[in-house]
């Protein structure tokens, strides 16, 4: 678990060559005051508008791709399916910002992935960081802690602080699981963390923290709520309630299937923890929809087939002093139910990152944007999310938001030229319309060819 004196942030993403984004990059609007020496203002919302297929859910699933990374897994079977059509390649680029109890360093972590024996591998990745002088209140100039390319090790330096043998093991591991990082997979990370702790310098620190700290980040921080996960709910079978319990040096964290159309079974111990998420929700589920709170009922003790103690249980609304089966509320009901502890986390933690995929469906527009504001103004986390609904536009500032334009080369900007009286919702719709940005942020599309169209597909039927 990872406390504020061991901080770790996004600040920036870059995108290349990845499905339809060729190239993109997106800054959180703290990042300029962290580059100006400011660690006090740690809040960010960001906001990620534009039309169908131009770019937004990207954004989630290169995250989600990077999670995975630096936690040791190997890259899904169908990344072949991630690569933009136009780039053989594909780039991918965070910056984050981590406060250790050793330094405070900005930290670019870079790796590629391309074919390499007709399999998509990592070949070549890279971590370099800046650190922040408290004496000179500045930043240093960036040098680069680890570079690697096909499971060899660049720096001379840093190469010769592992002894022979190691080396032959992080190839080892590499080629056991081809498809991982060299530098975070598991045993790799173990051994590089092990063989730096005792060479230690004051740039081995820098480097060891980012070893420690970003897989640990990866893991217990990083929240990333896609929108297929929640095809569940639009079929009424099962409520994917995310789960984030946080206690002392304790963590528990994932997903928990409740089921809509029969009584759940589960064992003791996940039920414990899901009965303090379902207090947790129904606060904050109350104080948003005043009307309804929520429950667990019917609850029985029993065996399970394999021995152990478990319980069968009903999870229902109450409006009214009315017991109401979950299945039977609205799908924006369900949709807060499963997100709402993950956004507790965000809320009260500012390690956390939440990223929620198609955030307004199923939300009423005014709820949405008071939603929106309450996180932008008091959360500690980050919190960014993909929307539809451009209600939040009135309740963010234009420096929160991120469009995305049509031109695949540069994927991701924000609004320029607003001035203080625009109402940010109003003026993206006048771009739309009028264009006035550096690239253009619509598609267009011509009214009468869309009537045409359905003319002409409905003579098929003739």
């Not at 330094?103 to 007709?118: A, M, N, P």
């Not at 680890?146 to 592992?162: G, P, R, S």
């Not at 807060?336 to 527009?365: H, K, R, T, W």
Request: net charge neutral; proline share 2%; hydrophobic share 40%.
């Amino acid at each position: 678990y990872i406390y504020m004196k061991e901080l770790v942030r996004i600040e920036e993403i870059k995108i290349n060559g990845i499905k339809n984004v060729c190239h993109g990059k997106i800054s959180f609007n703290e990042y300029s005051n962290i580059l100006k020496g400011n660690f006090h203002d740690l809040k960010s919302v960001l906001g990620i508008y534009g039309q169908n297929g131009s770019g937004k859910t990207t954004v989630l699933e290169v995250t989600k791709l990077l999670k995975n990374i630096l936690i040791g897994n190997k890259l899904p079977d169908y990344f072949d399916k991630f690569i933009n059509n136009e780039c053989e390649n594909a780039e991918i680029s965070y910056t984050f910002f981590i406060n250790s109890m050793a330094s405070k360093q900005l930290v670019t972590y870079t790796f590629l992935i391309g074919l390499i024996d007709e399999k998509y591998q990592i070949y070549s990745e890279k971590i370099v960081s800046k650190e922040y002088s408290e004496t000179e209140n500045k930043w240093k100039p960036q040098v680069t802690l680890i570079e690697c390319t096909n499971q060899e090790i660049v720096l001379k330096k840093l190469a010769n602080k592992i002894s022979k043998d190691s080396l032959i093991e992080l190839r080892v591991a590499q080629d056991i699981e081809k498809g991982t990082s060299f530098i975070f997979h598991k045993r790799n990370n173990k051994i590089l963390l092990e063989q730096l702790t005792n060479t230690i310098r004051n740039d081995d620190q820098r480097l060891i923290d980012v070893l420690r700290l970003l897989p640990l980040y990866a893991e217990t921080s990083l929240i990333i709520i896609e929108n297929d996960v929640m095809g569940s709910i639009n079929l009424n079978t099962y409520v994917p309630i995310n789960l984030y319990l946080s206690k002392n040096d304790s963590l528990k964290m994932g997903e928990i299937a409740v089921n809509l159309l029969k009584p759940n079974e589960m064992p003791m111990e996940v039920f414990k923890d899901l009965e303090i998420v379902i207090k947790q929700i129904d606060i904050v589920l109350n104080a948003i929809i005043p009307s309804i709170r929520l429950e667990i009922t019917n609850q029985k003790k029993q065996f399970l087939k394999n021995g152990e103690d478990g319980i069968n249980f009903e999870i229902v609304s109450i409006r009214n002093n009315k017991l109401i089966p979950l299945k039977y509320e609205s799908e924006g009901i369900k949709r807060l139910i499963s997100v709402i502890s993950s956004m507790i986390a965000a809320f009260n933690n500012y390690s956390i990152c939440l990223m929620i995929d198609e955030f307004d469906s199923g939300i009423f527009e005014y709820l949405l944007g008071e939603l929106v504001e309450i996180i932008d103004e008091s959360a500690k986390g980050q919190f960014v999310f993909t929307s539809h609904n451009l209600r939040a536009l009135e309740k963010l500032s234009y420096k929160s938001i991120i469009v995305t334009t049509a031109n695949t080369n540069n994927r991701y900007i924000q609004l320029t030229g607003i001035k203080s009286n625009n109402n940010v919702r109003d003026y993206y719709y006048t771009n739309i319309l009028l264009g006035g940005q550096c690239e253009p942020i619509y598609e267009e599309t011509k009214n009468f060819k869309i009537k045409r169209a359905f003319r002409k597909a409905g003579s098929f039927n003739e």
